[in-house]
């Protein structure tokens, strides 16, 4: 019994090693690219393309009021309202996308649209806040807006 428990004890003596680990050398620094030309989601575009706000209403319980304006973007961050240069921002958030159109005829407007209104071409009735600096930021509005 003896002999057993000694040859255990030098099998398992004998047969445990050390284990070495080798370090890896650190990685060459690369250099941070800066571009001012990002684009979240290139598959998704305003651009080139001529919306109508058709109608809007102030908050939940008024009656909605018809409009002839019109928005024209030119590029990925310029559009016109009423032929007035303005600036706007189309970004993806979620499942959807947030729109926000500055220099409206009522002040800076946010929204969340989906990708279903860019392919109809209809955001029937979606609300949109108030970003105006200084305005009422608890206003919101409805808007109905169609491609042309």
Known sequence: MKTIINLIFIFIFFSCRKQEFKTNPPL????????????????????????????????????????????????NKIYTFNNETSTYNLYPSLSSYTLTLNGTFIGNLTGTIYENNLKTGFIEGIKF????????????????????
């Open 28 to 75: 060459s620094p690369v250099p941070i690219k800066q571009d001012s030309t990002i684009v979240l989601d290139n598959s998704v575009s305003l651009t080139g393309q001529t919306w109508i706000i058709t109608t809007y209403k102030i908050g939940d319980f008024s009656t909605p009021i018809s409009r002839n304006d019109t928005l024209k973007f030119l590029n």
């Open 129 to 148: 806040k108030d970003l105006t600096p200084g305005g009422n930021i608890s206003n919101y509005y409805f808007l109905w807006i169609k491609r042309f």
